[in-house]
């Protein structure tokens, strides 16, 4: 089972603050991974897909990166909407589908 | 607009059972396949089945593995979990969530998600 570390666990910033995320897997994933966006009291949301492509309608201050096992996210300018807690997850060997444990992204 | 409307969950005691459904619409459901996954009260996602277009490949997660049962009906248009000899540690919201490949062509992102069914579990 490929493990998903993400750090960190959470990140406090001030709106307009640009954010960086990680997230490591246990072997080589080449490119097969997502990023999620989970708001409060929603289901999880499709970011990225293939390590750095954009989902349909999302908008172009995210973006991110790598390959391998070490990959990142970034928001370029937080805004208000952006606070919510972020997943990576690994498809490039399945069963089973993993998850990192989330970073959270508060208020400062 | 792709729809997944999760129905189904309850308050249920240690040991019993409950079926899950997932209603999808606004696309061809019997080209797709499908994942259920969980979040426990304050936890991370947890990845626990899923379910090949025609139904015949179907992958649990070890904690399900022998208690739980996934199924579809293409006619109509819905995915199910059977889930029995439930535990308080069963005790989460399930997602039903579409797989789509990505840019590439590789299959396994999750793309739609329903707004989820919560499981109590609890005497």
């Known amino acids: 089972e490929i493990v998903m570390t993400q750090s960190p666990a959470t990140l406090s910033v001030s709106p307009g603050e640009r954010v960086t995320l990680s997230c490591r897997a246990s072997?080589?994933?080449?490119?097969?991974l997502a990023w999620y966006q989970q708001k409060p009291g929603q289901a999880p949301r499709l970011l990225i897909s293939?390590?750095?492509t954009r989902a349909t309608n999302i908008p172009g201050r995210f973006s991110a990166s790598g390959s391998g096992t070490e990959f990142t996210l970034t928001i370029s300018s937080l805004q208000s909407e952006d606070f919510a807690i972020y997943y990576c997850?690994?498809?490039?060997?399945?069963?089973?589908?993993?998850f990192g444990q989330g970073t959270k992204v508060e208020i400062k | 607009e792709v729809q997944l409307v999760e129905s189904g969950g309850s308050l249920v005691q240690p040991g019993g059972s409950l079926r899950l459904s997932c209603a999808a619409s606004?696309?061809?459901?019997?080209?797709?396949?499908f994942n259920w996954v969980r979040q426990a009260p304050g936890k991370g996602l947890e990845w626990i089945s899923y379910?090949?277009?025609?139904?015949?490949?179907?992958y649990y997660a070890d904690s399900v593995k022998g208690r739980f049962s996934i199924s579809r009906d293409n006619a109509k248009s819905a995915l199910y979990l059977q889930m029995d000899s439930l535990t308080v540690e069963d005790t989460a919201i399930y997602y039903c969530?579409?797989?789509?490949?990505?840019?590439?062509?590789?299959?396994?992102?999750?793309?739609?998600w329903g707004q989820g069914a919560l499981v109590t579990v609890s005497s």
């Open positions: 969530a579409r797989v789509q490949a990505d840019e590439r062509g590789y299959l396994g992102l999750f793309d739609h």
């Open positions: 606004g696309f061809t459901f019997s080209s797709f396949e």
């Open positions: 379910i090949g277009s025609r139904g015949r490949k179907i």
């Open positions: 072997q080589n994933i080449h490119s097969n």
């Open positions: 293939g390590a750095s």
């Open positions: 997850q690994q498809y490039n060997s399945w069963p089973p589908w993993t």
